[in-house]
């Protein structure tokens, strides 16, 4: 007699991303209650389960969900108003106009066509770093998405409440103390950098997210002219600091790290600190290439990010595969991060960056079941060698047809269905 599931996605090749990195032709995936029950040959599991749905995936290519190791989801809000100009103009831009037009309505508009963006490209769950993220999580609850965000510190004039930083901290202790802890996620904490903030600041930040085993989330060397901002003030770049200040370690997650010395390297990879890379963003904002190889040399975990969609313009973690895949092989090494890489960067290694590897990141029984179905019927992207090439170097964010989000299927032959997505574009054209 057959068992129940929820759900049973058979038919197409199944890649794992395990660290095998096994690819069952003809594969399928048993889901019940939102976790990954079985993965193993369709004919097998249509034996032995009986589902409530199903999704077939012939001629396609099922996987695990993309994870965005670095956001700022509102920002769909001013796409297109910050381009062609160094980080340093960005920042000044883009504080003056959030200053101005912020509010729990506004973030929430721009979060919900941010999560339809994201579903569009197969991207199932996202650290988020941004203001009002009450709002940002509520839109995320309504739609099934996996949202990783919390409170942001960062020491300018503050859209969200207007508190005083020792209020916002404890502000920030209520907030992490009320969190629920749902499988497949965890409580972050937010400091926007070392030098938006002081070392009491950061430091204070920190013994707050070790009191709750919160991740925590930082701007880190992101170009010259931050470390150099930083070493003026306080005598260290930015890595040297963090590791002055005992902050480095497991639980700490840099975004960018662009500018890096090798013993800042050497100490991300003796604490076993991560790095979320976001080379779409870091190209455009001309703030330089992220030594990528170096780290994975070095055995430091690299996710992928794309940034908020001011900087990079999209939310489309695929085109960042192909970016990460491709920009690290002009020093002339057309080795330095292969395909394989680049999707395990946006897959296992970016929830291993969030810490959570043992729940996201692969295809392997209990593991919540966040998954895609990618199309593989375009002429782009036959004959069909090699899985790991046809996503890094000719897939795009087009191709996903459905997507899984914790067993549940936000996205069907290409259609949301847990929200509208023309009213959500109405709401944030109407906005702009």
Not at 102 to 117: C, G, H
Not at 124 to 147: I, K, N
Not at 311 to 326: E, K, M, P, W, Y
Not at 336 to 360: K, N, Y
Request: with cysteine.
């Amino acid at each position: 007699m057959s068992e129940h599931v929820d759900l049973l996605v058979h038919g197409g090749d199944v890649l794992t991303v395990d660290e095998a990195g096994t690819l069952l032709r003809g594969g399928a995936v048993a889901v019940r209650e939102g976790e990954i029950i079985a993965v193993g040959r369709a004919e097998e599991l249509r034996t032995a389960y009986t589902a409530a749905e199903t999704i077939g995936a012939e001629g396609c290519l099922v996987l695990p969900g993309l994870v965005n190791a670095h956001t700022h989801l509102a920002m769909t809000l001013l796409r297109g108003r910050a381009d062609d100009v160094t980080l340093q103009g960005f920042l000044e831009r883009v504080l003056r106009w959030e200053a101005e037009l912020l509010s729990p309505k506004n973030v929430a508009a721009a979060v919900r066509v941010a999560i339809a963006e994201s579903l569009r490209a197969g991207v199932t769950s996202a650290l988020d770093m941004y203001w009002f993220h009450e709002a940002a999580e509520r839109v995320a609850r309504e739609t099934g998405w996996r949202l990783h965000t919390g409170p942001t510190f960062m020491d300018v004039p503050d859209p969200a409440d207007g508190l005083a930083y020792g209020e916002r901290l404890e502000w920030a202790r209520r907030d992490l103390a009320d969190r629920s802890r749902r499988p497949g996620t965890r409580p972050v904490l937010f400091a926007h950098s070392a030098y938006t903030l002081d070392p009491d600041q950061l430091l204070d930040i920190a013994a707050l997210a070790r009191e709750f085993g919160a991740l925590l989330h930082i701007h880190a060397a992101e170009n010259a002219a931050e470390v150099a901002t930083v070493e003026v003030r306080y005598g260290k770049r930015p890595v040297e600091l963090l590791d002055s200040l005992g902050l480095l370690g497991p639980d700490l997650l840099l975004a960018h790290a662009v500018d890096l010395t090798g013993p800042e390297i050497a100490a991300l990879a003796r604490t076993g600190t991560s790095v979320a890379h976001c080379p779409v963003s870091n190209l455009k904002l001309g703030c330089g290439i992220a030594p990528v190889p170096r780290l994975l040399s070095a055995g430091v975990t690299v996710g992928l990010g794309t940034d908020g969609a001011v900087s990079s313009n999209t939310l489309d973690v695929l085109g960042a595969v192909r970016q990460a895949a491709l920009v690290h092989k002009a020093a002339g090494d057309p080795t330095a991060v292969g395909a394989e890489q680049a999707v395990r960067m946006a897959t296992i290694e970016g929830a291993r960056a969030l810490g959570l590897g043992d729940h996201l990141g692969s295809l392997e029984p209990g593991k919540r079941a966040d998954l895609i179905v990618l199309d593989l019927g375009g002429p782009h992207l036959r004959p069909r060698h090699d899985p790991w090439s046809t996503l890094a170097y000719a897939a795009h964010s087009a191709d996903v047809r459905d997507t899984v989000v914790e067993g549940r299927v936000l996205m069907r032959e290409r259609v949301l269905t847990t929200f509208d997505e023309a009213a959500a574009l109405a709401d944030l054209e109407a906005l702009a």
